[in-house]
């Protein structure tokens, strides 16, 4: 076996392993009250321990999502506020891209992200995950053997 064929395998195993281990925030805010919103002060899962409304739970699809829904009322968004709310995906967009935009979810137009990583939805943006970081140096690294 060559070394350009070490690392695809390495690369092919880290994607399927990244994928079946991974956790996503579970919670959901609304308004400013609650540890859901933006900024997400919690960076990983020990620091959960004490956190209220707050989990981490594994995630088979390995697709993780952060939802911003304003509300469709106007006096429910001035009574209430906005809601964020941080769950595991059961499958990821059709194209495997990790973004956010704006979407329809259940029924109601949000602002959805879409990442792919152990605990990706707790940045503010979406945030490139292991297996695709490892695929480009995997590629550069076979690159670079060829010369």
């Known amino acids: 076996m060559n070394p350009s064929q070490i690392i695809v395998i390495v690369s092919t195993v880290i994607c399927f392993v990244e994928g079946g281990f991974n956790r996503c925030f579970q919670c959901r805010s609304r308004g400013e009250l609650g540890s859901c919103k933006d900024p997400f002060v919690h ?8 956190e209220v409304g707050v989990k981490t739970v594994p995630c088979t699809s390995g697709w993780c ?26 499958r990821g967009p059709n ?3 990790e973004r ?7 029924h109601s137009k949000v602002f959805m992200c879409f990442c792919q990583g152990d ?29």
């Open 95 to 97: 194209d495997n891209e």
């Open 65 to 90: 999502g952060k939802i911003l829904d304003r509300g469709s009322n106007a006096f429910k968004d001035e009574e209430y506020g906005s809601a964020t709310e941080r769950l595991c995906l059961q």
């Open 100 to 106: 956010c935009a704006q979407t329809i979810w259940s």
């Open 119 to 147: 605990l990706c939805n707790g940045s503010s943006n979406v945030t490139p995950s292991a297996a695709m970081i490892s695929s480009i140096f995997s590629l550069l690294l076979m690159l670079s053997l060829r010369q």
């Open 43 to 50: 960076n990983n899962a020990s620091a959960l321990t004490e």
